[in-house]
C-alpha cells in the first residue's frame, strides 16, 4: 500500500516492538477486540502537540 490512508481503509500489516521489546504483529491483534492505531509526528515537536490534543 501506498499513499494517504483514509478513514475506513484496511490498516497495512506491520511488525514493531512494544515498550518492552517483544515484536507484536499487527495482523495477530486484528479480529481480537478495539484496536486503535495512533501515529503522531516525531517527538518533541509542534506537530505531536497540535496532533495529540
Same mark, same amino acid.
Given at each position: 500500500?501506498?499513499?494517504?490512508? @483514509?478513514?475506513? $481503509? &484496511?490498516?497495512?500489516? /506491520?511488525? %514493531?516492538?512494544?515498550? @518492552?521489546? *517483544? @515484536?507484536? $504483529? %499487527?495482523?495477530? &491483534?486484528?479480529?481480537?477486540?478495539? %484496536?486503535?492505531? =495512533? /501515529? =503522531?509526528? *516525531? $517527538? /518533541?515537536?509542534?506537530? %505531536?502537540?497540535?496532533?495529540?490534543?
Amino acid at each position: 500500500m501506498s499513499g494517504k490512508i @483514509e478513514v475506513g $481503509d &484496511r490498516a497495512p500489516t /506491520f511488525r %514493531l516492538p512494544d515498550q @518492552e521489546g *517483544k @515484536e507484536v $504483529d %499487527l495482523a495477530d &491483534r486484528i479480529g481480537r477486540g478495539s %484496536l486503535v492505531l =495512533y /501515529f =503522531y509526528p *516525531k $517527538d /518533541f515537536t509542534i506537530g %505531536l502537540y497540535v496532533g495529540g490534543s
